[in-house]
């Protein structure tokens, strides 16, 4: 599967901003996904992710304020990020996998998508 990333942008703190990543290939709804995000200087740290069944996991960082989804006809999962703040800066990347969800997981990825939050 190729994953295409797309949203990005800068936004002031506090608003809102929707990344979206489309998938090509069969079979998307088989995918577990998610998104992880890479800030400068910084490793690549684990945002949030969506299992085949639809169950959701966050990194507390986020919790409450970013929402993962996806539309399997249209082979597409969604970023809906909320309340952003300055430390959200960074390139963010989705993620496929068959086998694994989570912070292990990464048998496909997009190609990044910058995000700036400015204060």
């Known amino acids: 599967v190729q994953l295409q990333a797309s949203g990005g942008g800068t936004v002031e703190a506090g608003g809102s901003l929707r990344l979206s990543c489309a998938a090509s290939g069969r079979s998307f709804d088989m995918y577990h996904m998610g998104w992880f995000r890479q800030a400068p200087g910084k490793d690549r740290e684990f945002v949030a992710a969506?299992?085949?069944?639809?169950?959701?996991f966050y990194a507390d960082s986020v919790k409450g304020r970013f929402t993962i989804s996806r539309d399997n006809p249209k082979n597409t999962v969604y970023l809906r990020m909320g309340s952003l703040k300055p430390e959200d800066t960074a390139v963010y990347y989705c993620?496929?996998?068959?086998?694994?969800?989570?912070?292990?997981?990464?048998?496909?990825w997009g190609q990044g998508t910058l995000v700036t939050v400015s204060s």
């Open positions: 993620a496929g996998d068959r086998f694994r969800v989570g912070q292990r997981m990464g048998e496909y």
């Open positions: 969506l299992s085949r069944s639809t169950a959701t």
